[in-house]
Structures are given as structure tokens and as C-alpha cells.
T-cell receptor, first 115, second 116 residues
Framework: EDQVTQSPEALRLQEGESSSLNCSYT??????LFWYRQDPGKGPEFLFT???AGEEKEKERLKATLTKKESFLHITAPKPEDSATYLC????????????????FGQGTILTVHP | DVKVTQSSRYLVKRTGEKVFLECVQD?????MFWYRQDPGLGLRLIYF???????EKGDIPEGYSVSREKKERFSLILESASTNQTSMYLC???????????????FGDGTRLSIL
């Protein structure tokens, strides 16, 4: 069974204090790892897709990296507007040719950035 | 930009009622999904559809059914609502990933459903 574990559950940072969020996974044949941001009362917003170990993606103050067992979301010099829940999800190799792209989500890390 | 629209942001229903949640996407996506999100349990997949009139059970299908009569619309049905179905319901869509790569799912803003 595919499993995704995110840590820490919650993270409080001061504005400008860089840090990292972790996503550990076990999956039979990773086809993609996805990072989402979710604001209160809203649906998850897509951030990045990573496909293979060693890959990195960047967007503003966020940088996602991938190894064979985990992914990190690095936040450089965060601002209060980066406060949100960050979700990680994995997509395993599909069975029977069905193209549904089922995702398994972690529980998320709640990030709070204080001014 | 991809737009996934859920018909209601908030909904209050009574136990035993039949409840319909509607979702429409505007990107001609083949795949559509229904999740529920609960504190401490994360997002859990209820049902998904990879084509019109096609559906597959997710991880927690009990008490739910779905309908996909048109490509852009995916409905979630609570056959006889119960209090344990009070939750945030999220709809998502994605394009076929076999030849185009693993396309991400795009989510609507959710329907917060309360069953009294």
C-alpha cells in the first residue's frame, strides 16, 4: 500500500527564517510526486510535479527536491503570505492501463510565518 | 487557467436526505475525482471517473455514488445522508497522463457539507 508521511505537522517561522518541509513516501513505482498549497477554506493549489530522483523545481521562494525515498520543500526567506498548509501526494504506477492517475496524499504541514 | 467549479460552498442537509454535489471543469479533462477532507485524516478518495459514464471506487466509496453523463460534469450523490458524512468535499480534474506525462490534479474550492 502506498504511504506518504509529512513532517513536521506544524511549523512556525519568523519572516525571513528559511526552513524545509519533509515528505517521506513508500510507493510501488513512483510516476510522480506533487506538492500543493492549501489556504483555509480553499481547495489545494498545484505547485510542483517531480518525476525522478535528483530533480528540482523552483517557484519564487519555494524549491522542491526529490530523492528515492523523500521530497523536501525548501522555503527561503518566507513571508507571512506563505502561511498555508502544504500537501504532498504521490502517483504510483497504474494498473491495467487505466489512466486515472490516482494520488495518495500526506496529512500536510501547517506553516505559519510571523511578521 | 484550469477552472473547477463546485456548485455550493456551504450546504446543510438533514439525516436521510438524498444529497447531490455538482462539479464542472472547463479544461476538457478526461479524469475527474471526488475527495473528502477531514481533520487528522487528510484527503481521501471517494470515487473517480476516467471517461464519460465510467467510474471507479476509491478508498471510501460506502454511502456514496457518482454520475458522469457529460465530460465536463461529475456529480457526487449521498444516497441517504448520515451525520458521519459531514465533511469538506473536494472535486478535482486532470488530463490523461498515459502519453502526456503525469498531469497534476486541479481542485475546486470545496463544498462544506453539514448533515444535521
Amino acid at each position: 500500500e502506498d504511504q506518504v508521511t509529512q513532517s513536521p505537522e506544524a511549523l512556525r517561522l519568523q519572516e525571513g527564517e528559511s526552513s524545509s518541509l519533509n515528505c517521506s513516501y513508500t510507493v510501488s513505482g513512483l510516476r510522480g510526486l506533487f506538492w500543493y498549497r492549501q489556504d483555509p477554506g480553499k481547495g489545494p493549489e498545484f505547485l510542483f510535479t517531480l518525476y525522478s530522483a535528483g530533480e528540482e523545481k523552483e517557484k519564487e521562494r519555494l524549491k522542491a527536491t526529490l530523492t528515492k525515498k523523500e521530497s523536501f520543500l525548501h522555503i527561503t526567506a518566507p513571508k507571512p503570505e506563505d502561511s498555508a498548509t502544504y500537501l504532498c501526494a504521490v502517483q504510483a504506477g497504474y494498473a491495467g492501463g487505466t489512466s486515472y492517475g490516482k494520488l495518495t496524499f500526506g496529512q500536510g504541514t501547517i506553516l505559519t510565518v510571523h511578521p | 487557467d484550469v477552472k473547477v467549479t463546485q456548485s455550493s460552498r456551504y450546504l446543510v442537509k438533514r439525516t436521510g436526505e438524498k444529497v447531490f454535489l455538482e462539479c464542472v471543469q472547463d479544461m476538457d479533462h478526461e479524469n475527474m475525482f471526488w475527495y473528502r477532507q477531514d481533520p487528522g485524516l487528510g484527503l481521501r478518495l471517494i470515487y473517480f471517473s476516467y471517461d464519460v459514464k465510467m467510474k471507479e471506487k476509491g478508498d471510501i466509496p460506502e454511502g456514496y455514488s457518482v454520475s458522469r453523463e457529460k465530460k465536463e460534469r461529475f456529480s457526487l450523490i449521498l444516497e441517504s445522508a448520515s451525520t458521519n458524512q459531514t465533511s469538506m468535499y473536494l472535486c478535482a480534474s486532470s488530463s490523461y497522463y498515459g502519453t502526456k506525462g503525469n498531469q497534476p490534479q486541479h481542485f475546486g474550492d470545496g463544498t462544506r457539507l453539514s448533515i444535521l
